[in-house]
């Protein structure tokens, strides 16, 4: 590591004073000088290889985007299915209640007609 800072500090050095000393790679070039050529694209991608792992952690976030928007529609349809069953269920339940309560009004006034039919009999 000190080997690579010495290199950093000498090229930057060499660069302030001369103007033909390109900056962008330096930091490529100090790593192959020091740990060989077959480590710089280990440690340091070149821009090309930086541009292709951008690009895919792009397509990544965009599957993941579209793999969201999918799950959210599909929870949306649930949710809309389980409302319309909560509905219909409700609905049902009602109109058992309403059944029951008009078979009970019936049977109310069967029970006060056969009671009025014997209060009849028991007069005459």
């Not at 001369?18 to 340091?44: F, R």
């Not at 952690?57 to 959210?72: C, F, K």
């Amino acid at each position: 590591m000190e080997k690579l800072k010495e290199k950093k500090a000498e090229y930057e050095a060499i660069a302030s004073t001369d103007s033909s000393v390109n900056l962008d790679n330096i930091d490529n070039k100090i790593i192959t000088e020091v740990l060989g050529p077959e480590s710089s694209q280990q440690h340091m991608p070149s821009g090309s290889q930086a541009q292709v792992e951008v690009q895919r952690l792009r397509d990544q976030i965009a599957q993941i985007q579209v793999s969201t928007v999918e799950q959210i529609v599909e929870f949306q349809r649930k949710y809309e299915e389980l409302q319309q069953q909560l509905g219909a269920e409700a609905a049902a339940r009602e109109a058992v209640a309403a059944a029951r309560e008009a078979e009970a009004v019936a049977m109310a006034a069967e029970q006060s007609r056969k009671y009025n039919e014997l209060q009849l009999q028991l007069q005459q």
